[in-house]
């Protein structure tokens, strides 16, 4: 019977071992060249390759199903370029692998002479450190050269080693070649190997396998402490350091020292405290950085944990995660040390009051000033220290499409989080956040969405934070909803830092929405957040993703900006908005495994932007704006549907082998309707055609949803474009323009008046010496016709005028007066007020339009009453002349009568159409709220709206 694990401790010892002579021989002989400088900037030398060839190919051989997370790949050594860097770590690696075997070596691991590799099977060994890592199974993880800077110095670098089984390390293994074996005679022999095994203890032995001596972390007296921290200071904080260093009181300087070397002096007794404090908040600690140190010091009695107190997580992937910052130390000083930290934090955010600073500069001679200083400075709220959530982090619920940056890409990508005791959120972007401002949609708690404009650097969300109470959570949506070129490139989050963010649960219906422009929200004022799958989305109560830009083919075709279709760019692709930056370059395919959950139904509304112009006719308003060049790409209907390149079926091919068993819903076009109420469909029948096709080829989850009919004119026009305003705003034109004229009225427009009467008998009146045989009555005056000549005369033009016939056969008088004439005044009254609803009318602000509306009804119950004025005054002059003694008299309505009839409806007309387009509008804006999460009342009712 054997110890647990003790083949693979044997394994790891003979892989490091070589690993270490390996390196030990290069620093000697290392020349300029023989080092790359990586992505990040650090350097990489032919000792680190060709040691993780070593490793890995001895893991190979011995464990060919385990999985290895190493940091080097092979990529820039394959380079052609690179090729004397590759010969020359083929030739170091071969070197190590073929040496002689020693005690405990095994042949089949690969070693001993004659187990030379060739280039290829060394590169391919390197990069079987490119494993992602994870929670479950068995997994190695190595650095080949940790400290690559000291290790180039000639100072502190390990190989460092660790074994994990679901996530948790089980062997760690570092060989350190230039760690003193006595700290206390630095100048003594180098060269140490550290080994634990999970359980079984902490060991040291000399670097050739001998002279084991088990670890053991001594109690360490208050004067003796000290720190064991990064050389670099931009790996740890130093200054963060020194003020735990003064909290506990340690007063011995600090060892500084590159790589895992630190962890292996912490196990020997050689420092008390291991303290990394980020410098960077984006940088995430690399397993294979702590691993294996992490082991032997918790083998050797200590405890390692982040700074929170919270252990590493080393199943998050290649890297810990969340964790912020690693502490480590004897178990019994380690709770102390994190007591400490927390102090020093909340020391450092109330020194981040400006009074503070200002007293920690104020010399010590000046000593009132800096007791006032001091005092007010302690007196002073502290300042709230703030929670940083990285990018990564597994509680961020992303949606939609993010690129590697991590930045948002198509319209509606966003994220979301649950966060309890919410009361601060800051939103820090990157470089790639479009410049100037990107706008954002923010929900709590499932509310409307508001825009937020946010650019590169630190965005403070503004929370209205007075409802707050302790325990409470928050559901924060927000996405970005530009409907083209706006990038949000998030690196961390800062919430308060009392706030815990806590899983989002997504509701269990998830929508995929594919289009164009419509889909995108184009000229929405609040983009795709007001367009038709955002709404349909979040009617559903469902999680939504929306792929859609507008002036997208489907086909394989540039158009409108867009250098390829949505045929290429569903799968991998950038919007054309990033066309010429040089990090886009339409080859990297998009992960959809991270799509969770993975959509319940996908929805295509494609067509549109590649139809031909006799199947989509140029619409009216199109026309009117001269957008010549909007007709279409003229992609024949056959080849849209079915042809050699990328179409409709093979779109619905590739679809497929991502989403295998959800409906596909593919929606007929809307249509393009009409002014006069016509709608012009296009590649009409091609969408049966589809489907028919596509079933046949043995797909039966994909419908077709017939859009016929379900949009009007009104629906896109009147709100997209303004053409509701237009319409509104002739109506308005047309009523004022009659109201004008029939306001002018006689004698200017003999024709406008309002009634008329014909006399079949020769007449007299007050108002004309001669006999009259018609008179009209107009709104300022009468007019009379002369019976011998038809000559025309009126009275002076005079508001409320009256008028009196007289009987030929006896004294009877017939009289208008002027209170049935006054109330025709009304009609001017009418035209300004039409006037003034017109010019609102012009408006696209709502309240604008609003007051227009209101403004056309007022016009109306003007006409309307002037109308009223107009018929009483028919009505009596009719009554009136017509009951005149021996009087033929036939009074008749005139043109103005009609035309304030008309101007009536007309007003009615242009008020209805302001209203019912902001009914339409506020359809348009609703937006669901849908408590999924336990949260109760929520108490940010809503973001404060100060922008
Ligand atoms: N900004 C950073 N913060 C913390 N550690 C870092 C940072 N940048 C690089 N490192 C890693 O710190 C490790 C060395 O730590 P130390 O300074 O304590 O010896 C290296 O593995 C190095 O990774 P890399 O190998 O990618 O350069
Ligand atoms: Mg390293």
New binding site residues.
Partial sequence: MSLKYALEKEVAVAAVLRACKLTSSVFNKLVKGEQLT?G?K?PVTVGDYAAQAVVNTILANAFPDDKVVG?EDSSDLRLETNSDLRNRVVELANQALTDDLTLGDNVQWGIGPGSERTSGELMNAIDRGNHEGGKVGRLWTL?PI?????FLRGE?YAVCLAFLVDSKVQVGVIGCPNLPVVATNPDGRRGCLLIAVRGQGAEQRSLDNSNPQRLAIPKFKDADLNFL????P???SHGFNERVARILNVSREPTR????A?YCALARGDGAIYL?M???AD?E??I??HAAGCLIVEEAGGLVTDSCGEALKFGLGRTLGQNFGVVGAGKDLHSKVIEAIKRAKQEEAAENQPVCLLWSSVRFDMLVVKSILLLSCLMLPKAQAEKIVRNTDPQIYYHGRWDKSPGTWWAGTGFKLNVQNLRTLALNLGPHTTSPTVPIGVSLDYEAFVTVNISAGNNVLPLDSSESSEKKNTVVRINSWGWQNNRVNLESIALNADAKLLPYTPSRLTLQFIGDSLSAGQYLPQGVDQAWPFLVGEAFKAEHVVVAQPGIALTDIVSYGNPRGMSVQFFKTEDSGYYYSTDHNYTTPWDFSRDVPSPSAVILHLGYIVSTSEDRPVHYLQSQLNRANDNGQNVPADTFVQASTLNYLVFLGHLRKIYRTQPLLILTPWGWPQPDGTVGYYYQGKYEEILNLWKAAGDHSTYLVNTTGWVTYDDIFHDLYGAGVLKNSAKSLCALVLLIIVSISLPSFSAMDVARTHFGTEILSDNEDDAISQLRFGIWSVCFYRASDGDRFCSPRHHGYAVSIQSPTSSDTATVGSSWTRGLAIHPVAAAITFFALLFSFSTHVTITLVASLLSFLAALLTLIAFACDIALFAFAKHKFGDLDGVDADTDTGPAFWLTFVSFFLLCFAGCTVCFGRRRARMNNASSSYPMTTSSTPFWKRLRRIY
Avoid: A, F, I, N
Wanted: overall charge negative.
């Fill in positions: 990586k990040d650090s940091e650095d940790d400290g690559t800077k000291g502190q921290e990064s050389v670099d931009g790996h740890s020292m590159d790589s895992q630190k990394r980020p410098v960077r940088y600690e690399k294979w950085d």
